[in-house]
Nanobody
Framework: QVQLVESGGGLVQAGGSLRLSCAASGRTLGNYGIGWFRQAPGKEREFVAAIREIDGMINYVDSVKGRFTISLNNAKTTLYLQMNSLKADDMAVYYC??????????????????WGQGTQVTVSS
């Protein structure tokens, strides 16, 4: 079993940058799919980005392509989300998630097995 703890959220001006981190404990993220979701007030939780450790396959939601970058450290213990050119629409609680069996190229559309507790990102205009 793995525990996920996010950090790095905060208040940023529109156009600014933040880097979120997701630290794993209990085991490494090796062979997992790992990703980020977000949920804005009054909206459903939505997929943002994911990376599959075994082959490095990366997927992004269209709205963040070119602005956000997902990565995993070499030790396979920490997931990152570099967020640049932040917009008001990016404001949400961001959650880290993990899939233990990321089979098929659309695994990230299936429910994750583990979730973090979330970190708030606030974008001021």
């Amino acid at each position: 079993q793995v525990q996920l703890v996010e950090s790095g959220g905060g208040l940023v001006q529109a156009g600014g940058s933040l880097r979120l981190s997701c630290a794993a404990s209990g085991r490494t993220l090796g062979n997992y799919g790992i990703g980020w979701f977000r949920q804005a007030p009054g909206k459903e939780r939505e997929f943002v980005a994911a990376i599959r450790e075994i082959d490095g396959m990366i997927n992004y939601v269209d709205s963040v392509k070119g602005r956000f970058t997902i990565s995993l450290n070499n030790a396979k213990t920490t997931l990152y989300l570099q967020m640049n050119s932040l917009k008001a629409d990016d404001m949400a609680v961001y959650y880290c998630a993990a899939w233990t069996r990321p089979y098929g190229n659309l695994y990230y559309l299936t429910p994750p097995n583990y979730w973090g507790q979330g970190t708030q990102v606030t974008v001021s205009s």
